[in-house]
């Protein structure tokens, strides 16, 4: 849908570029002549998509600026409907029980940024690092990991807090398997090329074969789609790549069938979203044979069906078919005779995405431990040798107004920065360069407010009410007479149903997904139970989806 112009809607005035867009120029002194700046060829209030009660007119920004009244009616426009679209957002991993602003408001005059690595102060002093190290010294303990971060200490942590999301934590994570599968020098590396030494023993041994520094990706049909991003950006070849190139025919799965894209998850397309591990056993071992480095992505709370994946299990399942073609402790080699080097690195990876299980499930297991819940997911984090990298989203379980988040591993694989960075002086180990300093600033200030005891007893909480959602929606489908396909995967903060009409998925900002299984095609929509969404909310969605035009005929359902 695109907006329409509101012919009684105070719009900025809007004109060809000799009007309003350059007539606020003329009474600068110092300029001779009007800058040259480009004209609109269309009206962007025809062309742009609707955003429900807020014309988009009102925001148009002519080259004067807006009048103090212009402003003050756009700015409370917007504030309006953004408080109401939070107050009833349902569909999202998203924590809207948000209360930062009267402690935090002063900060927003002043300029934070967390250039390189967080261990390190650096010449950009005015910065947020001194509690980003406490923020990730918190997560190392909740995670079962050895603090705090030492450089002369491999196996203690090493983290960063994220700019982006899970999605950036997720992309550094395959990146860093890249570079230590392909044998590239890492921090902790002995001195020596850079370069591991070429292959010279048989093939499919691993550690010296032809395939030896070409590692093969694995993740799950319910992976978010930030792991296909992230693969294009690497070139990280996944199963399917190097399946379709060398082995068109030999699909394990099914003989003479294409291969697939991702694993299968248990129960496909409709099912309840973990990772198939036999399947997944079953093209590992394909791969590690025949000598290619092995990186698993696991999800811990995927994103529409709140799935969590047994990592302990898989990550188990990984290193023991690694360990039997020689792939879980290999030396890489580096250089020949007396200058020679090596280390031992394992010959596979296992990265947790856990965007918002990372941050949720510890509680939740506490909670399990106090009796105030049934049961928690299985074990995701470093007490598992198996697992080398972690991520989560802080604006998801923690709550947050902006995206952030945690990338977490170990010290002893920690890659070397690209080039010493002297201007910042700091070495640039993260992603971004530039680090968003507030972030921190948000985690350390919701973490120093709120105790175990606190987080333990939201999670329960947050448990109880999708329980509550999940019972609702299922007496919905009872009092209606209509299949609404509900379900509730584990341990989930998630319920799926039936794609209601568009008028609903637009008021409750509601996630949807189609799958396609038996022929079928269903149009699932989701509602996720973080800390703001009531009993309340849910009871006034539930209203809603009784309407007579709440479904429309076909919108959710069709044959493929």
Request: aromatic content about 12%; some cysteine.
């Amino acid at each position: 849908m695109k907006n329409q112009v509101d012919p009684g809607a105070a719009d900025i005035p809007f004109g060809p570029a000799d009007a309003p867009w350059r007539n606020s120029f003329s009474d600068l002194s110092l300029i001779t002549e009007i800058p040259d700046v480009t004209a609109p060829s269309s009206d962007p209030r025809q062309t742009y998509d609707a955003v429900t009660e807020t014309p988009y007119g009102r925001f148009q920004l002519p080259a004067g600026g807006l009048t103090a009244d212009q402003y003050t009616a756009a700015e409370n426009l917007f504030r309006s409907w953004l408080e109401e679209r939070c107050r009833i957002s349902a569909g999202f991993q998203i924590n809207a029980d948000l209360d930062y602003q009267q402690r935090l408001s002063r900060y927003l005059g002043l300029t934070l940024n967390n250039a390189g690595d967080p261990y390190q102060t650096g010449a950009y002093t005015h910065n947020s690092k001194i509690l980003e190290r406490a923020v990730l010294d918190y997560f190392a303990s909740l995670w079962n990991a050895k603090w705090p971060h030492r450089r002369d200490d491999p196996d203690s942590y090493w983290g960063y807090s994220l700019t982006m999301g899970a999605s950036e934590g997720n992309l550094y994570g395959l990146w860093n398997a890249r570079e230590y599968l392909s044998g590239r020098l890492m921090l902790h590396s002995p001195q020596g090329s850079a370069e591991p030494a070429p292959a010279t023993g048989p093939d499919g041994a691993g550690r010296s074969g032809p395939n030896g520094y070409h590692p093969v990706l694995f993740f799950s049909q319910d992976t978010h789609y930030s792991l296909t991003k992230a693969t294009r950006l690497l070139g990280i070849d996944t199963f399917q790549d190097v399946g379709r190139r060398w082995f068109p025919d030999e699909n394990p799965l099914a003989p003479g069938t294409p291969w697939p894209g991702e694993v299968p998850s248990v129960g496909g397309a409709d099912g309840d979203g973990m990772i198939d591990l036999d399947r997944l056993a079953v093209l590992v071992q394909f791969f590690a044979s025949r000598g290619f480095p092995i990186v698993v992505s696991l999800n811990y709370g995927s994103s529409f069906k709140g799935a969590y994946d047994d990592v302990a299990t898989a990550s188990r399942l990984v290193h023991d078919i690694c360990a039997k073609h020689g792939l879980d402790e290999r030396p890489v080699h580096r250089g020949h005779g007396r200058s020679s080097t090596f280390d031992l690195r394992t010959g596979y990876w296992v990265h947790v995405d856990g965007a918002l299980g990372a941050g949720y499930v510890p509680y939740l297991e506490m909670a399990r431990r106090a009796g105030l819940v049934e049961a928690a997911p299985p074990v995701f984090d470093f007490r598992l040798p198996t697992v080398h990298s972690i991520t989560m989203s802080g604006h998801k379980w923690l709550g947050a107004p902006w995206p952030c988040g945690i990338f977490m591993t170990r010290t002893r694989f920690q890659m070397i920065p690209p080039r010493e960075s002297e201007y910042i002086g700091s070495s640039d180990t993260t992603l971004a360069g530039s680090r968003n300093g507030f972030s921190p600033l948000l985690m350390w200030d919701h973490l120093a407010r709120h105790s175990y005891d606190e987080q333990i007893r939201w999670a329960a909480e947050c448990d109880r009410m999708a329980a509550y959602a999940h019972r609702s929606l299922r007496a919905l489908e009872k009092e209606l007479d209509l299949d609404l396909w509900v379900a509730r995967s584990p341990f989930s903060l998630t319920i799926r149903f039936r794609r209601p009409a568009g008028w609903l998925v637009q008021k409750y900002s509601l996630s949807y997904e189609t799958t396609y299984a038996d022929g079928r095609r269903r149009a699932y929509a989701h509602l996720y139970t973080m800390r703001h969404v009531t009993r309340d909310l849910i009871d006034e969605l539930v209203r809603d989806l009784r309407r007579p035009d709440a479904f429309a005929a076909g919108d959710s359902v069709a044959q493929a």
